[in-house]
T-cell receptor, first 114, second 115 residues
Framework: NAGVTQTPKFQVLKTGQSMTLQCAQD?????MSWYRQDPGMGLRLIHY???????DQGEVPNGYNVSRSTTEDFPLRLLSAAPSQTSVYFC?????????????FGSGTRLTVV | DAKTTQPPSMDCAEGRAANLPCNHS???????VYWYRQIHSQGPQYIIH???NNETNEMASLIITEDRKSSTLILPHATLRDTAVYYC????????????????FGTGTLLAVQP
């Protein structure tokens, strides 16, 4: 099993550009989520999904969109990139919406907006 | 979810036990204690969780005080590969609704295992 796969690993965007960060898991997990991590800070939840067709906002959703058309994929879209969105983005999944047995994280996407 | 307090950094000699403390004095009865770690440039990794009983798995042991206001993560024989930031997280029992599905990460403890 590959676990949680994030692509790309690195990306540089110009202010105002849009892009999609990809996240895929092959563990048939119902729950998926996106976090961002800024230097010296913990991870903050952006959006999450408890199953296909269901998404909801986390702590810092502004400037990001998500969709969950399949169980496997949970892409994160930046609509109009801003320097404040420079961060490391992590996707996480768990077998159920409860996350009781812990979350599996991807290796991250390092995004720089110039 | 209750807040946690952890020391910013700790050192441990390779092969010795690493004991990482966490204070969660405002924890309520239905809140679990979770531990994750993040090795440099990688995604966080789940380690262990518990409610009130001590827990052990292949990675670590979790000791929760009787009043549940603090806990200790124990890595019995630390190796250089255990050098990471360790996060102690308190959250309500999963399944209580959307808000309980998120993990609130603080700044954690940087454990440096020395050769």
């Amino acid at each position: 099993n590959a676990g949680v796969t994030q692509t790309p690993k690195f990306q540089v965007l110009k202010t105002g550009q849009s892009m999609t960060l990809q996240c895929a898991q092959d563990m048939n997990h119902e729950y998926m989520s996106w976090y961002r991590q800024d230097p010296g800070m913990g991870l903050r939840l952006i959006h999450y999904s408890v199953g296909a067709g269901i998404t909801d906002q986390g702590e810092v959703p502004n400037g990001y969109n998500v969709s969950r058309s399949t169980t496997e994929d949970f892409p994160l879209r930046l609509l109009s990139a801003a320097p404040s969105q420079t961060s490391v983005y992590f996707c996480a999944s768990s077998p159920s919406g409860t996350g009781e047995d812990g979350y599996t994280f991807g290796s991250g996407t390092r995004l720089t907006v110039v | 979810d209750a807040k946690t307090t952890q020391p910013p950094s700790m050192d441990c000699a390779e092969g010795r036990a690493a004991n990482l403390p966490c204070n969660h004095s405002t924890i309520s009865g239905n809140e679990y204690v979770y531990w994750y770690r993040q090795i440099h440039s990688q995604g966080p990794q789940y380690i262990i969780h518990g409610l009130k009983n001590n827990e052990t798995n292949e990675m670590a042991s979790l000791i929760i005080t009787e009043d549940r206001k603090s806990s200790t993560l124990i890595l019995p024989h630390a190796t250089l590969r255990d050098t990471a930031v360790y996060y102690c997280i308190v959250r309500t029992r999963p399944g209580g609704g959307g808000a309980t599905n998120k993990l609130i990460f603080g700044t954690g403890t940087l454990l440096a295992v020395q050769p």
